[in-house]
């Protein structure tokens, strides 16, 4: 692993763990055994590093995506597990390092704003091979609920009112993400959602 990739690596788990704000250059350099001077001469300043931090995650995060969508055996198959994969994420990333992002790095955050269009665009298309497999009804505008499930988790996400209520975002995600599924669902639909979670259970 070269030095710039150990950085990387290092400073995305810093940034999960702690966030922006507390994770700093010298922390970063302990972490990776490597002097202050060279973490400098491979990233000049801590924007550019979580920047590149930021791009790597989502790039990673796209690949993870991309390979189950292409071996998943149906579309409610390949939602599950993008799921399963997405919570995972969530349960291990501190909610400060969402809210470090858009307080400190504005920028950072309206570039990912842009890119959701392509995740509604892409959960679309899936939403779109379900209703010919017969797991969504055909009534749905696709388009239409995949933005309205985006911007409800971004909602939730960036407002947090569950805390009022004493959830927790795992426990919010769960919930958005069956009841959107069961929704949108035919009978079969709602079958194989139901079959889903008993796998789980058991």
């Known amino acids: ?112 704003r842009e890119k959701e269009k392509d995740i509604v665009t892409s959960l679309s298309k899936v939403l779109s091979k379900a209703q010919q497999e017969g797991y969504v009804e055909n009534k749905i505008d696709t388009n239409i609920a995949a933005f309205l499930f985006l911007n409800n988790m971004r909602d939730i996400n960036e407002n947090r009112r569950y805390e009022d209520y004493g959830f927790s975002a795992i426990d919010v995600f769960d919930g958005a993400f069956l009841n959107f599924l069961r929704g949108i669902s035919t009978i079969e639909g709602i079958m194989t959602i139901k079959d889903y979670l008993e796998k789980e259970k058991n």
Not at 17 to 44: H, Q, W
């Open 1 to 112: 692993m070269t030095t710039e990739n150990r950085i990387i690596k290092e400073s995305r788990a810093l940034l999960k763990k702690i966030g922006a704000s507390s994770m700093t250059m010298d922390m970063v350099a302990r972490n990776c055994g490597i002097s202050k001077r060279t973490l400098y001469e491979t990233f000049p300043d801590k924007k550019t590093l979580i920047k590149t931090c930021i791009a790597d995650e989502h790039r990673e995060q796209d690949q993870v995506l991309n390979e189950i969508f292409r071996t998943a055996e149906n579309c409610y198959d390949a939602l599950f597990k993008a799921y399963l994969h997405i919570r995972k994420y969530l349960n291990g990333t501190s909610m400060v390092f969402v809210n470090d992002i858009k307080r400190l790095y504005p920028d950072l955050f309206m570039e990912r």
